[in-house]
């Protein structure tokens, strides 16, 4: 009876907690002050142009691209995993 009664507890809990929601890694991005040293942190992908506050990254030839008031050059990859977004205008 108290076996089952813990257990019933517990299931009670994870409901009213719900689903874990997914978080942003704790590590910080690496962010880079040029293009030039993002670049040579991932050789092997592409560097963007992070606007930090909002979290969406331009790539080189759109108009932002390291543009905006706050912001820093990044790896893509990174970026991605931390939850970031490319633009989705183009700009």
């Known amino acids: 009876m108290r076996r089952s009664l813990i257990g019933i507890i517990a299931a ?3 409901l009213v907690q719900g ?3 997914a978080q942003r890694p704790t590590a910080p991005l690496p962010t880079f002050p ?8 991932c050789p092997s992908d ?6 930090l506050p909002t979290g969406i990254y331009h790539f080189q030839g759109q ?3 390291g543009n905006t008031k706050s912001g820093a050059y ?10 970031d977004r490319a633009t989705q205008n183009g700009q």
């Open 12 to 14: 009670l809990a994870v």
């Open 19 to 21: 689903p874990a929601l």
């Open 34 to 41: 040029t293009q030039q040293q993002a670049q040579q942190h």
């Open 46 to 51: 592409i560097v963007v142009w992070l606007n």
């Open 63 to 65: 108009r932002w691209f």
């Open 74 to 83: 990044v790896c893509q990859g990174e970026a991605d995993h931390a939850g």
